[in-house]
């Protein structure tokens, strides 16, 4: 159940940093290289000790009771590469120093060696629409956290339902919709993606979770490489 990249994954290269690092990365003297990604990537996150983290376990678990598969349900959080080599834009609530919402955060605070990262690639999408990816995000700065939707999920996890709804990423329901006020973090990188392939008057199709992000078959099969860099 271990795809992705692990913080004890060996150091492929150094790098000097002349920017700030928080508490995280400057004590587990690594980040990662994301010399490899573009803009409008998705970065999949989830514990490497699910024993640290009780939000993170219960979403685990409410996957698998939706019948995803263990490799896929591992993932409880999910972000948009923003292309600047540093920084992705995320939904969340209670992270330290970040207002609950849409932020732009420092992919490097997760680079702490207690977070497994896995990097996955939109499929048949040019360079401009792989940016369009980063901009729909961005276009969500400063909206809420849906606890509705999670509500919703743990509905669907019970009824089983989620698995049989998911249709990929974009939905079963086209047509004009209003842009939605607040997402978790799987909702802001599909609302982004539907922003950038079918444009701002179709948004939010049906929800999806970290898990169905990672099953998905709307992204390259192969996925970028990530590395970690040993800081100087």
């Given at each position: 159940m271990t795809d992705g990249l692990l913080p004890d994954t060996a150091v492929t290269g150094r790098i000097r940093i002349d920017f700030e690092l928080s508490e995280g990365?400057?004590?587990?003297?690594?980040?990662?290289?994301?010399?490899?990604?573009?803009?409008?990537?998705?970065?999949?996150f989830r514990p490497t000790s699910p024993n640290t983290d009780s939000i993170s376990r219960r979403i685990a678990q409410a996957q698998l009771s939706a019948g995803l598969h263990i490799r896929h349900a591992q993932w409880t959080h999910a972000a948009v590469y923003l292309g600047d080599g540093q920084n992705i834009c995320e939904a969340n609530f209670k992270s330290p120093g970040q207002k609950d919402g849409v932020v732009i955060r420092s992919v490097f605070d997760y680079c702490d060696g207690m977070s497994a990262i896995r990097a996955r690639r939109p499929k048949n999408m040019t360079p401009q629409q792989k940016i369009r990816i980063a901009i729909g995000a961005l276009t969500n700065l400063g909206k809420g956290y849906s606890f509705n939707q999670i509500v919703n999920?743990?509905?669907?996890?019970?009824?089983?339902?989620?698995?049989?709804?998911?249709k990929g990423i974009f939905g079963s329901s086209p047509g004009p919709r209003p842009p939605p006020q607040s997402f978790v973090c799987s909702t802001l990188y599909q609302d982004a993606l539907t922003y950038a392939s079918r444009g701002n008057s179709v948004r939010l199709g049906a929800l999806c979770t970290p898990a169905q992000l990672s099953a998905s078959g709307d992204f390259e099969i192969n996925d970028p490489p990530l590395n970690w860099l040993e800081i100087e």
């Open positions: 990365p400057r004590k587990w003297g690594r980040i990662l290289d994301l010399s490899a990604l573009e803009p409008g990537d998705l970065l999949l999920f743990a509905v669907d996890a019970s009824q089983e339902g989620l698995l049989n709804r998911f």
